[in-house]
């Protein structure tokens, strides 16, 4: 079992940056693919990143790619996702996710351990 936290979301205006973190406890953390999903009002729950055990190979979804960043610190049993010129559309609920399947991986349903999530809000 693995329980995560998020933390860091908040307001920022566009343009602007948010660094946010997934704190995990529980079972050994350096084994698991660690992803970040968000979800905006009214739709569904969308992929953002995914992040090997290893930290060596991450993914992106297209819609944040070259802005967002996703690294992990296995030592202190931390996932944490750079955001960079964000957007109003980039507003959601973001997740972070844990699952002991090799990654990184897109599909939610992939990812057997949630967050209870952290609002980021972009104001034009």
């Known amino acids: 079992q693995v329980h995560l936290v998020e933390s860091g979301g908040g307001l920022v205006q566009a343009e602007g940056s948010l660094r946010l973190s997934c704190a995990a406890s529980g079972r050994t953390f350096g084994g698991y693919t660690m992803g970040w999903f968000r979800q905006a009002p009214g739709k569904g729950r969308d992929f953002v990143a995914s992040l090997t055990w290893t930290g060596g190979t991450a993914l992106y979804a297209d819609s944040v790619k070259g802005r967002f960043a996703i690294s992990r610190d296995n030592a202190n049993n931390t996932v944490c996702l750079q955001m960079n010129s964000l957007k109003p559309e980039d507003t959601a609920v973001y997740y972070c996710?844990?699952?002991?399947?090799?990654?990184?991986?897109?599909?939610?349903?992939?990812?057997?351990?949630w967050g209870p999530g952290t609002q980021v809000t972009v104001s034009s």
């Open positions: 996710a844990a699952t002991e399947k090799p990654g990184p991986l897109r599909f939610y349903l992939y990812y057997n351990y």
